[in-house]
Every structure is written in C-alpha cells, then in structure tokens.
C-alpha cells in the first residue's frame, strides 16, 4: 500500500493524502477523516522523509541581470505553489555556494524543498552534486555530461524553423546571433543548419556564427556591426535571444539601419514585449509559463512523495513560429 493506492481508495489526489498527512488542517474535515480511516485500515504509515519538518518552500535562482524578465517563469511556478499553499523564495543565483558539501547544508537553512533553475550555477557537475543534495530541475536547458531533471523546448524544431521561414522568403545569406554556450544552443544551431541544407542554403560554418558569450548588450551590437562590414551582402538574422533584440532595434535605428527593409530578424522565445516592439518581432514561440508549472509540480510531487528521485523527468515542449512584421519577402532582384 503507498500514497497512490490511498488516494485511489479514498477518491481523491495524491495531493490531498499528502495534505492529510503534511497539513490536516488545510483538507476539508469529511474528506481527512476518510482518509484516516483507509491509512489506519490498511496499517498505512508514510515513509521517513514525508513528516511535517520537510520544507515546505519551493525556491527560483536567477540573477540580477535575467530578474527583469523572468515574469512568466515566476508566474508560472507561484500559480501552481500557491494552490498547494506553498510559498516561493526567489534567490541570488551567485548565492549557491560551490562546495558540494556545503549545499545540503545550505538548502536546509534556507527551509527550500525544491529548486528551478533556468542557468547552471558553476559546473554541470556542480549541478549534478546539487540535484542530490536537494530535489531540482532545470527548466528551457539540459545537462550533456549527467543526468538531472529537466523540462526544456524542442530548440532544434526552433532553430529549423527559424531558418526555413527566412529561405521561403528569399534570404540566403543569415547570420546566427547566439551565445553558443550550452546544449539548447547547439541545438538550435543543429536544426538551423539541417534547414539550411534542406533549403539549399549555405551551412552556417564559424564564420557566419556570431557569438556573443558573456557580452554586454553594447559589444554585442558592436560584434554583429563587426560581422555586417565584413559581409555587406547579409539580408537577415537570426537573434536567439529575444531579450536582447529591442536593444539591438534602438542601435539600427540610431545607425539608419531598418527593419525589416534593410535586414530582417527573427528572434527566439516571444517574451513578453516581443509583439510590442516596432515593428513587431517574427520569433520561435516556447511554452514558458506551461513549463514553468510543469517544473513545480514535479518538485511538489517529489517533496510530498509522490514521486521518486529515481523517476526520470525529461520533458521537451513544441515551440511555434510566430510570423509578425520583422521579416519580408526579397524582391526577385535583391536574391542571388
């Protein structure tokens, strides 16, 4: 007998046998009773780990730099904490410390059950000795070198998508603007290149990548004006990051430079203000808000027990293209 043969018996989630357990007082009285009377029926007792001192919060780590537009995250994670009446801390992503026996430690301090993560704090392997010390995922990415839990995008549908788009249009000299860091980039960047090859474009070799790791948003525009001069010919983008396309819009438009008649862009992500912007921006659409949810059910479920550590979670979202006004069709003399 376990948590999913109690809730089957009593009609009712494993949620709320883990309440009856956890906080009897937030479960309606006929319903708790119910529940007792089964537990008790079949000698039922939860396993060590699912007692009330467990913490009880679910924590989001993200940086100073990413807080201004993670809305969607933190509203997606706080729409399903605060049904479980769970709260939700949100914390320094530098604050982790780097000793792996000191994370434990550290999570228990801070009273966290749970943590999403969108960015590996150090080391993929640091992150995989944090996985251990406290139920985690990470969301929009996946480790190469380990397995931890994981919900992210289908990013080579995007990246394929992206190009495809481009070529029906006529362009075929594209450029990728990326920090080409992390799995979710190189895959990206592997279905751009499968597009290219399916579209008779030209693969997308080292020198028509720019890469724009670690960058602040000026010495990106600068790279990508570095990569314009060398290869005038350029008629479109592909921004992977729709963060940081309205800065790079103000610095055309200071530069003369228009869109989508001069270059066209395509983004990646359509965080919110990406419809807003003039013109509005043609980008790869993910599901954030969904993901987000998904990975604080999970850790929910991991910390009522209703779900076990040795339970995989790898989980890959569609993403849709969404076609708006930075992108226009060449004319017939503007195409090689």
């Given at each position: 007998m376990n948590i999913y043969d109690i809730a089957k018996e009593a009609g009712v989630s494993i949620a709320t046998v883990s309440r009856v357990m956890n906080k009897?007082?937030?479960?309606?009285v006929k319903t708790r009773d119910r529940v007792l009377q089964i537990m008790d029926r079949?000698?039922?007792?939860?396993?060590?780990?699912?007692?009330?001192?467990r913490p009880k919060e679910l924590a989001f780590f993200t940086s100073t730099r990413s807080l201004p537009v993670e809305s969607s995250i933190i509203s997606g994670i706080g729409e399903v904490a605060?049904?479980?009446?769970?709260?939700?801390?949100?914390?320094?992503?530098?604050?982790?410390?780097?000793?792996?026996e000191e994370l434990q430690a550290y999570f228990a301090e801070k009273g966290i059950g749970g943590a999403i993560f969108t960015t590996v704090p150090y080391t993929e392997e640091h992150f995989a000795e944090l996985a251990?010390?406290?139920?985690?995922?990470?969301?929009?990415?996946?480790?190469?070198?380990?397995?931890?839990?994981?919900?992210?995008?289908?990013h080579r549908k995007g990246?394929?998508?992206?190009?495809?788009?481009?070529?029906a249009m006529g362009?075929?000299?594209?450029?990728?603007?990326?920090?080409?860091?992390?799995?979710?980039?190189?895959?990206?960047?592997?279905?751009?290149?499968?597009?290219a090859a399916d579209c008779g474009l030209r693969d997308f070799g080292e020198e028509h990548l720019i890469r724009v790791r670690d960058l602040e948003d000026a010495d990106r525009c600068a790279?990508?004006?570095?990569?314009?001069?060398?290869?005038?010919?350029?008629?479109?983008?592909?921004?992977?990051?729709?963060?940081?396309?309205?800065?790079?819009?103000?610095?055309?438009?200071?530069?003369?430079?228009?869109?989508?008649?001069?270059?066209?862009?395509v983004g990646a992500d359509d965080v919110p203000g990406s419809a807003d912007l003039f013109p509005p921006l043609t980008t790869?659409?993910?599901?954030?808000?969904?993901?987000?949810?998904?990975?604080?059910?999970?850790?929910?479920?991991?910390?009522?027990?209703a779900v076990q550590a040795t339970e995989p979670l790898d989980e890959v979202y569609d993403v849709q293209l969404v076609v708006r006004a930075s992108t226009r069709m060449l004319e017939k003399e503007e195409r090689d």
């Open positions: 009897p007082e937030a479960v309606n079949h000698d039922f007792s939860p396993k060590l780990g699912a007692s009330v001192q605060f049904a479980e009446r769970m709260s939700v801390k949100l914390c320094a992503l530098e604050d982790v410390p780097k000793k792996k251990s010390a406290v139920p985690a995922v990470l969301v929009f990415n996946r480790l190469q070198s380990a397995k931890v839990p994981s919900i992210r995008a289908d990246g394929y998508a992206a190009i495809q788009h481009l070529a362009h075929a000299h594209i450029a990728i603007v990326d920090e080409f860091t992390s799995p979710d980039h190189y895959e990206r960047l592997a279905g751009a290149r499968e597009a790279q990508i004006d570095h990569y314009l001069s060398r290869y005038p010919s350029t008629t479109a983008l592909f921004v992977a990051n729709d963060h940081f396309v309205p800065t790079l819009y103000r610095h055309f438009r200071i530069k003369g430079v228009r869109i989508p008649e001069a270059l066209s862009i790869i659409r993910q599901p954030v808000k969904q993901m987000s949810m998904a990975a604080a059910r999970y850790l929910i479920d991991r910390m009522q027990g």
